[in-house]
């Protein structure tokens, strides 16, 4: 061949590359932006990034670095400062909004945003959980499961059953030498939640499920793709066990009320069962499961990690530890000679221990964002989100600005001394109609935890260095492979008369 002519292939071949790339960079752009018109020239600033996989190739390579902020950054290092940006995520053309106002507008905001969670979500949540229903479900769902979850009357009844698995919990893991810190606490608060929903189940019945519940949530963030080998294949598999088993939890429950038996308490599987609305329509079968599956997911996950990262926090910053355990020694100092448990009204005279408990879970931000749908185009901040696009509500960035909380990975719970946040600064739960319905339960199970580990133990991580890792939450690498000891200092309940790296990276 002609040298004429091999320049000329080498020429087109690279003209071809250059075109291809064009087309698959601009392929959404095509596909989502045009089709709007007008209205195009006021989306937020951002890019949609390649066909079909968008930008979630950098998402997951961000949230699996060292620097998963490293994802908003790069936002911001190519179009500024403007707390709202177009993206493609998890299957849909999406805006991520990141400051205080956005995110609260678009939580508290029900005429115009509605849940998105993608569709792969609901697939393993549940079409007929909190996340996939109309509004109008949710708030009868709703009115039905917060009194019995989060009711004054239902924490007073529900603190003795978690004082006395935290205390015989703490004990055991003294003697078994290492453990998972993490996943041992994972399985303290799932039988919390299953004692709340089901009464009691087997050990190894809750064991299994739990295990199930661990595959779920690797599912949940990661990309719908349904192979062998993959996260969200695994996930399908974890859901359909576990609605397996909840069938046969809800037949046999059934079975007993048909036949009078004895029930020794009403639990939520009662409340679920007996419910109807104003035509006398009871839940189905589907209603029910889903709500289980997404309750005991739910209601589980948060208090174990955060209960973790707030030792492991403590541990690592003894001026912290010794203020909180000094407050815990001061409530039981108290207190009648008589009086051996702890009270409701004892648990919500711990004003630091709340500091500390809030600050976990501003640095930690358990949930890194929650979807919603616009219902109608949007105007916000001057930039239009379209109807049917998705909006990512991202906690990070609020929890992390440094604006709101200096030096914001440091953990520092005494920021929090004469300080009322701004509304949106502090999301923790979420906002508006859709606030976590668990979350005043969830603060008590971690409350009752940190009472007695800070009184009692101490935690001996055995890689404190090891890597963090972000999907699906925050942990250690290791699960916090760990020693729980106790302390040799003699114990306040046993005589009235006796009396680090400030970052996570």
């Given at each position: 061949?002609?040298?004429?002519?091999?320049?000329?292939?080498?020429?087109?071949?690279?003209?071809?590359?250059?075109?291809?790339?064009?087309?698959?960079?601009?392929?959404?752009?095509?596909?989502?932006?045009?089709?709007?018109?007008?209205?195009?020239?006021?989306?937020?600033?951002?890019?949609?990034?390649?066909?079909?996989?968008?930008?979630?190739?950098?998402?997951?390579?961000?949230?699996?670095?060292?620097?998963?902020?490293?994802?908003?950054?790069?936002?911001?290092?190519?179009?500024?400062?403007?707390?709202?940006?177009?993206?493609?995520?998890?299957?849909?053309?999406?805006?991520?909004?990141?400051?205080?106002?956005?995110?609260?507008?678009?939580?508290?905001?029900?005429?115009?945003?509605?849940?998105?969670?993608?569709?792969?979500?609901?697939?393993?949540?549940?079409?007929?959980?909190?996340?996939?229903?109309?509004?109008?479900?949710?708030?009868?769902?709703?009115?039905?499961?917060?009194?019995?979850?989060?009711?004054?009357?239902?924490?007073?009844?529900?603190?003795?059953?978690?004082?006395?698995?935290?205390?015989?919990?703490?004990?055991?893991?003294?003697?078994?030498?290492?453990?998972?810190?993490?996943?041992?606490?994972?399985?303290?608060?799932?039988?919390?939640?299953?004692?709340?929903?089901?009464?009691?189940?087997?050990?190894?019945?809750?064991?299994?499920?739990?295990?199930?519940?661990?595959?779920?949530?690797?599912?949940?963030?990661?990309?719908?793709?349904?192979?062998?080998?993959?996260?969200?294949?695994?996930?399908?598999?974890?859901?359909?066990?576990?609605?397996?088993?909840?069938?046969?939890?809800?037949?046999?429950?059934?079975?007993?009320?048909?036949?009078?038996?004895?029930?020794?308490?009403?639990?939520?599987?009662?409340?679920?069962?007996?419910?109807?609305?104003?035509?006398?329509?009871?839940?189905?079968?589907?209603?029910?499961?889903?709500?289980?599956?997404?309750?005991?997911?739910?209601?589980?996950?948060?208090?174990?990690?955060?209960?973790?990262?707030?030792?492991?926090?403590?541990?690592?910053?003894?001026?912290?530890?010794q203020k909180a355990k000094a407050?815990?020694?001061?409530?039981?100092?108290?207190?009648?000679?008589?009086?051996?448990?702890?009270?409701?009204?004892?648990?919500?005279?711990?004003?630091?221990?709340?500091?500390?408990?809030?600050?976990?879970?501003?640095?930690?931000?358990?949930?890194?964002?929650?979807?919603?749908?616009?219902?109608?185009?949007?105007?916000?901040?001057?930039?239009?989100?379209?109807?049917?696009?998705?909006?990512?509500?991202?906690?990070?960035?609020?929890?992390?600005?440094?604006?709101?909380?200096?030096?914001?990975?440091?953990?520092?719970?005494?920021?929090?001394?004469?300080?009322?946040?701004?509304?949106?600064?502090?999301?923790?739960?979420?906002?508006?109609?859709?606030?976590?319905?668990?979350?005043?339960?969830?603060?008590?199970?971690?409350?009752?935890?940190?009472?007695?580990?800070?009184?009692?133990?101490?935690?001996?991580?055995?890689?404190p260095g090891c890597p963090v890792?972000?999907?699906?939450?925050?942990?250690?690498?290791?699960?916090?492979?760990?020693?729980?000891?106790?302390?040799?200092?003699?114990?306040?309940?046993?005589?009235?008369?006796?009396?680090?790296?400030?970052?996570?990276?």
């Open positions: 061949m002609e040298l004429g002519s091999i320049w000329v292939v080498l020429f087109c071949s690279f003209g071809a590359l250059v075109a291809l790339k064009w087309l698959l960079k601009n392929a959404n752009w095509w596909l989502h932006e045009t089709q709007l018109g007008d209205r195009q020239y006021s989306l937020p600033p951002g890019d949609l990034g390649w066909p079909f996989i968008g930008n979630m190739w950098s998402f997951l390579r961000a949230f699996k670095s060292h620097d998963p902020d490293s994802f908003i950054s790069s936002f911001v290092s190519r179009f500024g400062r403007t707390g709202i940006y177009k993206a493609f995520m998890f299957g849909s053309p999406s805006v991520i909004v990141t400051t205080p106002e956005t995110c609260r507008r678009v939580l508290t905001d029900d005429e115009c945003f509605k849940p998105g969670w993608p569709k792969s979500t609901i697939e393993l949540i549940g079409k007929k959980s909190f996340i996939g229903i109309s509004f109008e479900e949710h708030k009868r769902l709703r009115r039905l499961t917060a009194a019995p979850v989060n009711g004054n009357e239902a924490l007073s009844m529900y603190t003795k059953y978690i004082e006395e698995n935290v205390i015989a919990s703490l004990n055991k893991w003294t003697t078994m030498g290492e453990i998972e810190f993490l996943t041992e606490l994972r399985k303290l608060t799932f039988r919390i939640i299953m004692y709340i929903f089901l009464s009691s189940e087997s050990e190894p019945v809750m064991e299994a499920l739990e295990r199930e519940y661990t595959a779920l949530n690797y599912g949940v963030r990661a990309m719908a793709i349904n192979l062998p080998g993959f996260a969200y294949h695994k996930a399908l598999k974890a859901r359909k066990n576990l609605v397996a088993t909840f069938k046969s939890i809800v037949n046999e429950r059934r079975n007993q009320r048909q036949s009078c038996v004895s029930l020794k308490k009403k639990d939520m599987m009662d409340a679920l069962l007996e419910v109807e609305d104003e035509n006398g329509r009871k839940l189905t079968d589907e209603e029910i499961i889903d709500v289980l599956v997404m309750y005991l997911n739910a209601g589980h996950e948060s208090s174990g990690h955060t209960a973790m990262w707030a030792a492991i926090l403590l541990e690592q910053h003894p001026e912290f530890l407050e815990q020694e001061e409530i039981v100092s108290k207190r009648p000679l008589t009086q051996t448990s702890l009270t409701l009204k004892e648990i919500r005279e711990m004003e630091y221990l709340s500091k500390v408990i809030d600050e976990a879970l501003r640095v930690i931000t358990f949930s890194l964002t929650v979807f919603r749908e616009a219902k109608t185009d949007v105007n916000i901040g001057g930039y239009t989100i379209p109807k049917g696009w998705k909006v990512l509500v991202w906690f990070r960035s609020v929890h992390l600005d440094p604006e709101t909380f200096p030096n914001p990975k440091e953990f520092n719970p005494s920021r929090w001394d004469d300080y009322t946040p701004k509304a949106g600064t502090f999301l923790p739960f979420g906002a508006g109609s859709r606030l976590c319905p668990g979350n005043d339960l969830a603060k008590l199970e971690i409350s009752i935890f940190l009472h007695y580990f800070l009184l009692h133990y101490r935690l001996e991580r055995l890689n890792r972000y999907l699906p939450h925050t942990r250690p690498t290791d699960n916090c492979l760990a020693r729980v000891k106790k302390c040799h200092s003699p114990s306040i309940y046993e005589g009235k008369e006796s009396g680090s790296e400030n970052k996570l990276d």
